[in-house]
């Protein structure tokens, strides 16, 4: 167990909608960072947040956003889905601002039928 | 543009002989090399590091080789076991932000 959690673990909608994934990172750790995994591929760096702050950009879509919260947590929204959007969603989270050992959690692993 | 490669989806090995998983990189600009482990229904867990100062790094059964004229890195366990089975994911950070970036991964399978 990292000590990461996110909820939920299983989401299935339908094309176009809107959802948001909630991820806690482990107690005093201030940099949470999302990844997104699709079937065969390796896991794509999102967002970075660090203490509320957005710290760093990959391959995020406009349609995707994010947010860290003053207790830490931290919400992933997904716009307009798309076929394409079904993959595993992971959280991470580190006490540096920037670190490349990072604790991940189980993930949110959504279906967009 | 795939800047980490894990050429072979997927490796059985005995258990009790050496398992060696590949990777390939891009940039040589990349300061660190990780590998992390994921089991099924779980997040991927941090397993070993290597700054690219060094060309071999060790812990326990785990060593992890660097070869930056090749842009190579390897993986070694010896002796494998049955618990090593999962899948292994090499990646690749840089200094300062240290954005980390992973290859496709690698499902191991050791045998009994």
């Known amino acids: 167990d990292s000590g990461v959690t996110q909820t939920p673990k299983h989401l299935i909608t339908a094309t176009g909608q809107r959802v948001t994934l909630r991820c806690s990172p482990r107690?005093?750790?201030?940099?949470v960072y999302w990844y997104q995994q699709s079937l065969d591929q390796g896991l794509q760096f999102l967002i970075q947040?660090?203490?509320?702050?957005?710290?760093a950009k990959g391959n995020i879509l406009e349609r995707f956003s994010a947010q860290q919260f003053p207790d830490l947590h931290s919400e992933l929204n997904l716009s307009s889905l798309e076929l394409g959007d079904s993959a595993l969603y992971f959280c991470?989270?580190?006490?540096?601002?920037?670190?490349?050992?990072?604790?991940f959690g189980p993930g949110t692993r959504l279906t967009v039928t | 543009d795939q800047q980490v490669k894990q050429n072979s989806p997927s490796l059985s090995v005995q258990e009790g002989r050496i398992s060696i998983l590949n990777c390939d990189y891009t940039?040589?600009?990349?300061?660190?090399f990780l590998w992390y482990k994921k089991y099924p229904a779980e997040g991927p867990t941090f397993l070993i590091s290597?700054?690219?100062?060094?060309d071999k790094n060790e812990d326990g059964r785990f060593t992890v080789f660097l070869n930056k004229s090749a842009k190579h890195l390897s993986l070694h366990i010896v002796p494998s076991q049955p618990g090593d089975s999962a899948v292994y994911f090499c990646?690749?950070?840089?200094?300062?932000?240290?954005?980390?970036?992973f290859g496709t991964g690698t499902k191991l399978q050791v045998i009994p």
């Open positions: 991470a989270s580190s006490v540096a601002r920037s670190s490349y050992e990072q604790y």
């Open positions: 107690s005093g750790d201030l940099s």
């Open positions: 947040y660090y203490n509320g702050e957005e710290r």
């Open positions: 940039n040589s600009m990349f300061d660190y």
């Open positions: 290597i700054s690219s100062i060094k």
């Open positions: 990646a690749v950070a840089s200094g300062g932000y240290q954005k980390v970036t």
